[in-house]
């Protein structure tokens, strides 16, 4: 059972655009999310996270908003650059014990 | 230090063969570890966790298992791997109690 779901595989944008990724979760005990970004053959490194005490947290270019009523997350990259291109997971927790990660988003940002 | 040693980088294993793949962690004593799976198009799966050594948990009930035999030192094993073993094998600890840090992985190939 996926407990959480990115519903699109992958995501073309141009550069200097804005890029939304989007996320869905299930368990309404999650108390914590994350995304990462991953790059073929390496581990995924972290990228931002949220609170489910916030609807909102901003790191730069980057900016996760959620929406718990809806159990959904997204993460917006403002503007897109080409390094951003890579696959996109966000992630939730509660309490940290346990990271159960969506399927992952395939970004490629157009120059 | 924050750091995770993984190895091998690539492995090519015939079906029915052992399995064993090694996860050092450096940094804070008692840390919590995971084996993550990445199979081709789907996202990353949670096969195992561990709060401290001997104590593992499965997600997934499976062809693998796995081990913590000391504190900073987390093993994956299979005693006959099957095709559908092959993946992007991910050791991470928890960097935080809402933080995941990933080592580069394992690209398990059962042919």
């Known amino acids: 059972d996926q407990q959480v779901k990115q519903n699109s595989p992958s995501l073309s944008v141009q550069e200097g655009r804005i890029s939304i990724l989007n996320c869905d979760y299930t368990n309404s005990m999650f108390d914590y999310f994350l995304w990462y970004k991953k790059y073929p053959a390496e581990g995924p490194t972290f990228l931002i996270s949220i609170s489910s005490i916030k609807d909102k947290n901003e790191d730069g270019r980057f900016t996760v908003f959620l929406n718990k009523s809806a159990k959904h997350l997204s993460l917006h990259i403002v503007p897109s650059q080409p390094g951003d291109s890579a696959v996109y997971f966000c992630?939730?927790?509660?309490?940290?014990?346990?990271?159960?990660f969506g399927t992952g988003t395939s970004l490629t940002v157009i120059p | 230090s924050q750091t995770i040693h993984q190895w091998p980088a690539t492995l090519v294993q015939p079906v029915g063969s052992p399995l064993s793949l090694e996860c050092t962690v450096e940094g804070t004593s008692n840390p919590n570890l995971y084996w993550y799976r990445q199979a081709a198009g789907r996202g990353l799966q949670l096969l195992f966790y561990?709060?401290?050594?001997?104590?593992i948990s499965s997600e997934v009930p499976q062809n693998l298992s796995a081990s913590r035999p000391q504190d900073r030192q987390f093993i994956l094993s299979s005693k006959k791997l099957l095709l559908s073993d092959s993946g992007f094998y991910l050791c991470?600890?928890?960097?935080?109690?809402?933080?995941?840090?990933f080592g580069q992985g394992t690209r398990l190939t059962v042919v």
């Open positions: 991470a600890r928890g960097r935080t109690n809402t933080e995941a840090f």
């Open positions: 561990s709060v401290g050594i001997g104590q």
């Open positions: 992630a939730a927790t509660n309490t940290g014990n346990q990271f159960y």
